[in-house]
């Protein structure tokens, strides 16, 4: 395990050097190891994750604690809880990427060309990825589940919320690592608080090959703004769900109940919900009936108030808006095409869905919304990684170059071309 003291703020900068330099060398070495050695670190680490349930409760109870006494919302407060719930999710996730296809190294699209020589790509590892997240601590593990095995050493920046919780899954991290003879820096968590040390991370291109942050829009923004390591990310989770005329109705409630009321807090919660003019009044009562129930306050265009009486009525801003909190927007829409214009100007690019029983119209769909999850007859709430089959994610990706959508081991690789020949040369 790397060192936990807090360096002194004159340091900063030396420090994450250090940690650039080390986790450097821990990616050459990975580049070493094998996808038996990978997997059995991955298990040590759900096995001491497991082991330490007690230990990682009471840290994150210091950690729920003290948000409250800081004033953190409902929505921060919920991302920063460790149920036992979610501690079974995360070291399922570990064993879920264990058992995952080890991408590396695989050799595809070879062919001969005329000279005789045989050209293929090959996936690695991007090297060392800088993640910097705020209140999750189960990004932690996810984070270095999926670098571990994709080959990539990794800083870890957490918020200064989830300290305790972060510093005892690092301890766990570490015991793993070692229990599988691997170098503890593959995996370091940047031990200071100091927001400095995120702007060495984001500005070291020597060391560090690609940044990931995870937290709220200004975090992300400003790392995008000030990075010169290339970024993946997303801004903003603003999620639609639109229910077309050719519904059926049954599918369209339960749909636009779970993609809201889930959970509040995920980016891919459903912050505005589309209804055709033609089912609206069939569908709306029994949705509004639903929101009421669960105290989850809707604001409606003129028409969603005709049939809801008790919407307030929504703004322009309220189209944009992520609210990561019990708040729905509601618009009624004249067909198909208004709905996919209203979802392409206003929407994040994240994750949009169609409820409908019309193949074509569903079929248009998936082609025209530009966003980098796009369902049919799904709740938005199953754009993640573990749904997905991933295992785990280390982020959501709504950039259109190397990662999009949920990033996973693929999405943590690159392609380099390989050639193959038997002495030739060029004429």
């Not at 990616?27 to 298990?43: I, M, P, Y």
């Not at 999750?136 to 990539?152: D, Y």
């Not at 949705?287 to 307030?312: H, L, P, Q």
């Not at 990561?324 to 208004?338: G, H, K, N």
């Amino acid at each position: 395990m790397q060192q936990t003291a807090t360096p002194r703020v004159e340091d900063i900068a030396e420090y994450m050097q250090a940690l650039g330099r080390q986790a450097r060398v821990a990616s050459a070495e990975l580049r070493r190891v094998d996808t038996g050695r990978k997997n059995a670190a991955l298990e040590a680490i759900a096995a001491r994750l497991n082991d330490a349930r007690p230990a990682l409760a009471s840290a994150n109870q210091d950690d729920l604690a003290r948000g409250r006494e800081n004033g953190l919302s409902d929505a921060l407060l919920d991302r920063l809880a460790l149920t036992p719930d979610r501690i079974d999710t995360m070291i399922l996730g570990v064993r879920q990427v264990a058992a995952l296809a080890d991408p590396v190294g695989q050799i595809d699209g070879l062919s001969y060309r005329p000279s005789g020589i045989q050209v293929g790509q090959m996936r690695v590892p991007l090297g060392v990825i800088g993640i910097i997240y705020e209140s999750r601590p189960n990004v932690t593990v996810e984070a270095a589940s999926l670098c571990l095995k994709s080959g990539n050493a990794c800083i870890l920046r957490g918020g200064s919320e989830a300290a305790s919780s972060n510093a005892m899954i690092a301890e766990c991290i570490g015991h793993g690592l070692a229990d599988a003879g691997l170098l503890a820096t593959a995996v370091q968590i940047v031990a200071t608080t100091d927001r400095a040390a995120v702007g060495e991370l984001i500005t070291m291109p020597r060391f560090v090959d690609v940044i990931v942050p995870r937290g709220g829009k200004s975090l992300i923004a400003r790392i995008a703004s000030e990075a010169t390591v290339p970024v993946i990310k997303h801004l903003d989770g603003i999620c639609h769900v639109y229910i077309d005329a050719a519904a059926n109705l049954d599918k369209a409630v339960a749909i636009a109940d779970n993609a809201k009321t889930q959970r509040y807090s995920p980016c891919n919660t459903m912050e505005t919900l589309l209804v055709h003019v033609d089912i609206a009044g069939q569908v709306l009562p029994r949705v509004a009936a639903i929101y009421r129930n669960k105290s989850v306050e809707m604001r409606g265009c003129a028409r969603t108030r005709e049939w809801i009486g008790d919407a307030v009525a929504a703004t322009v801003e309220d189209w944009s808006t992520e609210y990561l909190a019990p708040i729905v927007s509601i618009r009624v829409v004249d067909d198909f095409d208004q709905a996919v214009d209203h979802i392409n100007t206003y929407g994040s690019q994240h994750t949009d869905a169609i409820v409908t029983e019309n193949l074509t119209l569903a079929r248009r769909f998936l082609g025209e919304v530009d966003s980098s999850s796009v369902m049919v007859n799904a709740s938005t709430r199953f754009a993640d990684g573990f749904e997905y089959g991933l295992g785990a994610e280390i982020g959501i990706s709504t950039n259109k170059l190397h990662a999009r959508g949920p990033v996973g081991l693929e999405g943590l690789t690159t392609r380099k071309y390989v050639v193959f020949g038997d002495g030739h040369v060029r004429n």
